[in-house]
């Protein structure tokens, strides 16, 4: 049964436009777009036992291209092994156990994995803290703020990549045990970067402010603010790498 927009009691409901905070016990991750899906029941609400098919539909759903939804699900979905330097190859930035498959032996992801150490998750976050100084998972009310307030009222390229470079700034500074190096710097460029291309306004606008207080303060879809998924085309591959290399040459640490 599809329930109605305005119920929003229960984890059965497959109205993807409501939406419903994380409860007590729901396994979220530090990825405010993940949360989000799962807040919004386009993914399990309380975040376990995704399945890949599950994901990519979910990342479809706001406008990501099949190539790139395939590459960071394959990614999400490998064996993770702690040993980067001579674990398995292709094993850097997985995030499932071995053991992480339904009844059926179908593979499954949990979000409380995405943020394990050794995987993708890393130092100098936007609005997360550094896990040599704190909860690198959980959104950080003061860097949120501090985010919020670099910039009068969109967040475009230059934007986005000036104020990386700010947060490397920081916590160089501020985190003796730092672990940034060029693997991170392009992760993050290409977190911001897929975020520019999924919520920005067409090409040459950035991101309202008011849709990233919904993403990040709310873990909440910005539909109420008027946004909607991008229908002309989704963001493929090479559009992506274009939009990190831009925000890289603005956000560059090193
Ligand atoms: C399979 C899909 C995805 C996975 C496994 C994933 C995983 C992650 C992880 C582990 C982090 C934490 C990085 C850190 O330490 O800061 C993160 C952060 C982030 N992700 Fe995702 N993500 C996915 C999809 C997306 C998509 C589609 C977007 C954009 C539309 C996105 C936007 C972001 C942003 C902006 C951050 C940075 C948060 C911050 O620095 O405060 N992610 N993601």
């Known amino acids: 049964m599809v329930r109605s927009k305005e119920n929003t009691d229960t984890n059965t409901t497959t109205d993807t436009d409501t939406f419903r905070p994380a409860a007590a016990g729901d396994a979220r991750s530090p990825c405010p777009v993940l949360n989000s899906l799962a807040n919004h029941n386009r993914l399990p609400h309380d975040g376990r036992n995704i399945t890949a098919p599950q994901l990519r539909s979910a990342l479809g759903s706001i406008g990501l291209g099949a190539d790139l939804s395939a590459l960071l699900v394959w990614r999400a979905f490998t064996i993770h092994n702690d040993d980067a330097e001579f674990g398995p190859h292709g094993s850097i930035g997985g995030l499932r156990d071995a053991e992480d498959v339904t009844a059926d032996g179908v593979p499954v992801l949990h979000l409380d994995k995405v943020g394990r150490p ?74 911001l970067a897929v975020l520019r291309c999924l919520f920005g306004e067409g090409v040459f606008k950035g991101i309202p402010k008011e849709y990233l207080e919904a993403l990040f303060g709310e873990e909440r879809l910005p539909l109420k603010e008027g946004w909607r998924p991008r229908t002309w085309v989704k963001a493929f591959l090479p559009e992506a790498a274009a939009v990190i290399l831009a925000i890289s040459r603005y956000a560059w640490p090193f």
């Open 118 to 191: 050794h995987a993708i998750e890393h130092d100098v976050s936007v609005t997360r803290q550094d896990r040599a100084l704190g909860d690198p998972i959980a959104l950080d009310p003061a860097l949120y703020e501090q985010f919020l307030a670099s910039t009068p009222h969109r967040f475009g390229v230059p934007e986005l990549g000036r104020y990386r470079k700010v947060r490397y700034a920081e916590q160089a500074k501020a985190n003796p045990d730092l672990k940034f190096e060029r693997r991170e710097h392009y992760i993050a460029c290409g977190e």
